[in-house]
């Protein structure tokens, strides 16, 4: 039931037939579904089997049969049947024994025995054995003796006319009898009368002085003519009652033709008189150059009245050509006018001839030809190839070309330019340095990349490595030629604070520094001592201060200056400050500090004076020379307004 309706249920579902049948659903059908097993197979539907046609359609006997499997039928397509070994399947689809003497034969004078099954029809399935009086193994019977021949089951005579007939058209064989041999020896071939063997007895013909009639197959008499012919250029003619040989005939020569005409060995027969030469079937003139042709490349000419050899005629070799060993051969003109030294000779064909005109003469390569036809050696350098200071050198032959070597002292500025100008000076000093103590000058050239192409001289550590310009140099002798090898000294009105490289004006050095705080003085005393000091470092305040003012008002335009200025203020608050945060201001802070190479940071000092104590609040990174840098210990700020620091 489905949404409240009852549906037709599907019998092949519920209850399928047997998986080899075809199952159909019956609607309405109280037995609910019919089964038919599928095409092949056998039963009521619910259980199929498998048709076997060997069952239902057997095979005969000898045979082995195979069932097909579905769909194929019980009938006789729906198996396969196979002979057994030794059996073959006839015409009637029936096995039967084979017969190896049928289908393997022994020889035709044997006698054959067929093997029963399983053997087959080859040489294995039988067995051949020869009878007397024959010979063999069965496979080839034959007589055992010269003469006889397997004839009707048994040894008969051989017949020599059978195996080697006659071969003469008109003859008679005749077997010889036994034991003469199958063979031309086992015979005799006699001509047929009227005919007679010839001289060389292969063929038969009519006897002399007759001749054959093809269409009687017989001989009559024949005309001495044809009995005994003339010469081929003579005209025969029979006498009337003559013999019928050449006594019955008399010869003649045709015109032109001299001899007795006839036709017999020892007859002269026919031939030209001296001077001639047989042309074409007639005497002609000797021509020599046709009997005895001039070599090839010549002119014949024939000389009459001589004989037809070499003495008949003259040969005359063609222009280009001359006669050698009766060979008419090219002339080498190479050979008889040779070219002349530093030269490749070419002979010239034919026609030309052996003279100067019969070759061509070039120059071998690194040679020219000269106004005398001769080959000089080609100076290339003659063309001035090579640049500026450079020497050329031209390749002897068979080289060709030139090479370009700069003169002494000289190098190419362009090295790929190997025929450029030589206008770069050799730096000698380059490739053979001076010490390291000693100071190089190249000389100018022409003198050359060497020892001897610069001089050496103590070097000067001061021009290599200056001091401060508020100090004097002063170069050490046999020193390095850096900072080591010179000693700095401030200048007068200048001095360094424990062996710095800066040298500070005296003015800042005019008080005492010590390491302990100042003793206690009056209130009288401390307040003229700080008057003093207050006017001297006001007026020094205001000389620097307005170079200080210069400086930030240059600066303070970009940012990187402000924070430049913001960690020269922390360095000055801050005696711990990283000395890594300046070199991240790079030139800069190395450029308003002159001291900020120094290796190390100073100790906070305090500087007594008469007016005062002032300490240094930070590293030495701060310069005396700018504004700010120095407070008040007690607190109160000296400094000018750039230092923000206080204590």
């Not at 070419?346 to 690194?366: F, H, K, L, M, V």
């Not at 036809?373 to 063309?383: F, I, R, S, T």
């Not at 300046?582 to 100790?603: L, T």
């Not at 005062?612 to 607190?635: E, F, K």
């Amino acid at each position: 039931m489905e949404n409240g309706k009852c549906v037709d249920l599907d019998a092949c579902n519920l209850t399928p037939c047997d998986q080899n049948a075809k199952c159909t659903d019956l609607k309405g059908a109280t037995d609910g579904r019919e089964c038919l097993c599928n095409v092949g197979y056998s039963g009521d539907g619910e259980t199929c089997e498998d048709i076997d046609a060997c069952k239902a359609v057997p095979c005969g006997a000898f045979s082995t049969c195979v069932d097909k499997p579905p769909p194929n039928r019980d009938n006789e397509d729906g198996r396969t049947c196979t002979c057994s070994p030794g059996y073959t399947l006839n015409d009637d689809d029936r096995c039967i024994e084979i017969n190896a003497c049928k289908v393997t034969p022994c020889s035709e004078h044997a006698i054959c025995i067929d093997f029963p099954p399983p053997y087959n029809g080859t040489a294995a399935g039988r067995q051949c054995s020869c009878p007397d009086p024959f010979v063999g193994d069965g496979e080839t019977c034959a007589c055992g003796e010269v003469g006889l021949e397997p004839k009707e089951g048994s040894c008969q005579d051989a017949d020599a006319c059978a195996a080697a007939p006659c071969t003469q058209s008109k003859a008679q064989c005749t077997d010889s009898p036994f034991p003469a041999p199958a063979d031309e020896s086992g015979r005799v071939c006699k001509c047929i009368k009227p005919f007679v063997m010839n001289a060389a007895g292969d063929d038969c013909e009519c006897p002399a002085g007759q001749v054959g009639d093809e269409t009687t197959n017989d001989c009559s008499d024949a005309p001495a003519c044809a009995v005994a012919p003339c010469h081929e250029y003579a005209d025969c003619t029979d006498i009337v009652g003559g013999s019928h040989d050449k006594d019955g005939r008399t010869c003649e020569c045709r015109p032109g033709f001299v001899g007795d005409g006839g036709g017999g060995a020892t007859d002269t027969g026919c031939g030209c008189t001296e001077g001639e030469v047989l042309k074409f079937n007639m005497c002609h003139e000797i021509d020599a150059c046709f009997t005895e042709p001039c070599p090839e490349n010549s002119k014949c000419t024939d000389i009459l009245q001589k004989t037809a050899d070499k003495d008949g005629r003259t040969c005359t070799c063609d222009r280009g050509f001359e006669l050698v060993d009766e060979y008419c051969r090219d002339i080498d003109a190479c050979t008889s006018n040779g070219c002349g030294r530093n030269a490749m000779c070419t002979d010239s064909p034919p026609p030309a001839t052996g003279d100067e005109d019969g070759r061509i003469c070039e120059c071998n390569q690194g040679y020219t030809l000269n106004d005398n036809g001769e080959c000089d050696d080609l100076n290339e350098c003659d063309a001035n190839p090579c640049g500026d200071n450079s020497k050329c050198t031209d390749l002897a032959p068979p080289l060709f070309g030139f090479t370009c070597e700069c003169d002494q002292g000289w190098a190419l500025a362009d090295n790929a330019d190997f025929n450029g100008d030589c206008d770069q000076d050799v730096q000698a000093c380059a490739n053979n340095p001076c010490t390291a103590s000693e100071k190089c000058t190249d000389k100018p050239a022409p003198a050359p990349d060497t020892s001897s192409g610069r001089t050496c001289a103590e070097a000067d550590a001061c021009e290599i490595a200056p001091c401060q310009e508020n100090a004097d140099c002063e170069d050490k002798v046999g020193g390095s030629n850096d900072a080591n090898g010179r000693t700095c000294e401030c200048k007068k009105g200048f001095q360094n604070v424990d062996g710095s490289i800066t040298c500070w004006p005296d003015a800042f050095f005019t008080t005492k520094m010590t390491t302990t705080p100042a003793p206690q003085e009056s209130a009288m005393e401390k307040t003229e001592t700080t008057s003093t000091f207050m006017i001297i470092v006001l007026v020094i305040l205001v000389v620097y201060g307005l170079g200080a003012t210069f400086f930030m008002m240059r600066n303070k335009g970009t940012a990187a200056a402000y924070g430049n200025r913001q960690e020269q203020n922390a360095a000055f608050t801050n005696p711990a400050y990283e000395t890594a945060a300046n070199s991240s201001s790079g030139g800069m802070a190395q450029a308003s500090n002159p001291a900020y190479n120094e290796p190390a940071r100073q100790p906070q000092q305090t500087y007594d004076n008469a007016g005062g104590n002032y300490q240094d609040v930070g590293p030495s990174y701060a310069d005396p020379t700018q504004a700010g840098g120095y407070m008040d210990v007690a607190g109160g700020q000296l400094d000018s307004e750039d230092s923000e620091a206080e204590i």
